[in-house]
């Protein structure tokens, strides 16, 4: 189970709520420590790999917003982290 969004980092990083399951849409995409390319990639996930979306956060409404995820499948399976809105194809 995800933690709530107010846990997330240890403050809440999201905007808003969230509950949808998603795919990655694409190749080697970064799951990352934070919302954001400046946070560092705790690795790769390939193209297909379920996640579940717990809530987002989308400082600029001119970009991408990013999901807080949970890993359902893969290699990083049972991790959390961020990936960017327009890399996920969902909901399933």
Request: hydrophobic letters at 35%; glycine letters at 12%.
């Amino acid at each position: 189970m995800a933690p709530a969004a107010a846990a997330v980092g240890g403050n809440s990083r999201c905007t808003g709520d969230a509950n949808f399951r998603g795919k990655v849409d694409v190749r080697n995409v970064n799951l990352r420590k934070g919302p954001g390319t400046t946070y560092r990639s705790y690795g790769q996930l390939t193209k297909g790999a379920r996640v579940y979306v717990d809530c987002y956060r989308q400082p600029d409404i001119s970009k991408a917003p990013w999901l807080y995820t949970k890993v359902n499948s893969g290699a990083h399976a049972g991790q959390h982290g961020w990936v960017r809105d327009d890399l996920i194809y969902w909901p399933l």
